[in-house]
């Protein structure tokens, strides 16, 4: 199993600018999430999908859109970049909580800037 | 409001002197706690978690976190740090239907030779 895969790894924007940030999982998992880290402030939730189809915002999610078409990809697409989206993006997977919890597994990382 | 707070932004240890890592949380329901270590670069990787019984949970590369209930903790502790373990370090605190995880804003360990 590649476990969760994101693409591209690096990537710099100018501000207006916008694209999509690529999530993809092979293990099965309902559960997807979009973070973002910034330094001193740990990882803060975009937006999570409890199953394809299903959608929900997360802490932080203006100006970032997300679908979920099929259970294995999860894109997350930024609609007019700005500076203030210059992250790192985690893309994290995990089976359904079913009203308790599982863990998650958490993608390499994108690191993104905002020019 | 559900949140976690640790306190520390940056450690400094020797080399083979104990470790403890706070973590102090709010979370209305059953909390799920974790650990997560982040080396430079790199993504996140899961050290330990606690979702019920035994307080004391073990995790990988000699790390524990005991889970106080009555103090709101879940402080993360190593008895003799390696050059290796300096990274960030995360808490965090899930559960409920959606599966949600909420982040403390991390520890960055150093380790002195």
């Known amino acids: 199993n590649a476990g969760v895969t994101q693409t591209p790894k690096f990537q710099v924007l100018k501000t207006g600018q916008s694209m999509t940030l690529q999530c993809a999982q092979d293990?099965?998992?309902?559960?997807m999430s979009w973070y973002r880290q910034d330094p001193g402030m740990g990882l803060r939730l975009i937006h999570y999908?409890?199953?394809?189809?299903?959608?929900d915002q997360g802490e932080v999610p203006n100006g970032y859109n997300v679908s979920r078409s099929t259970t294995e990809d999860f894109p997350l697409r930024l609609l007019s970049a700005a500076p203030s989206q210059t992250s790192v993006y985690f893309c994290?997977?995990?089976?359904?909580?079913?009203?308790?919890?599982?863990?998650?597994?958490f993608g390499p990382g994108t690191r993104l800037t905002v020019l | 409001a559900q949140s976690v707070t640790q306190p520390d932004i940056h450690i400094t240890v020797s080399e083979g002197a104990s470790l403890e890592l706070r973590c102090n949380y709010s979370?209305?329901?059953?909390?799920?706690l974790f650990w997560y270590v982040q080396s430079p670069g790199q993504g996140l990787q899961l050290l330990l978690k606690?979702?019920?019984?035994?307080?004391l949970v073990q995790g990988i590369k000699g790390f524990e976190a005991e889970f106080k209930r009555s103090q709101s903790s879940f402080n993360l502790r190593k008895p003799s740090v390696h050059w290796s373990d300096a990274a960030e370090y995360f808490c965090?605190?899930?559960?409920?239907?959606?599966?949600?995880?909420?982040f403390g804003t991390g520890t960055l360990l150093a380790v002195q030779p």
């Open positions: 965090a605190v899930g559960g409920g239907a959606t599966n949600k995880l909420i």
């Open positions: 999908s409890v199953g394809a189809g299903i959608t």
């Open positions: 994290a997977s995990s089976y359904s909580s079913g009203g308790g919890y599982n863990e998650q597994f």
């Open positions: 606690y979702f019920s019984g035994d307080t």
């Open positions: 293990m099965n998992h309902e559960y």
């Open positions: 979370y209305g329901a059953t909390p799920y």
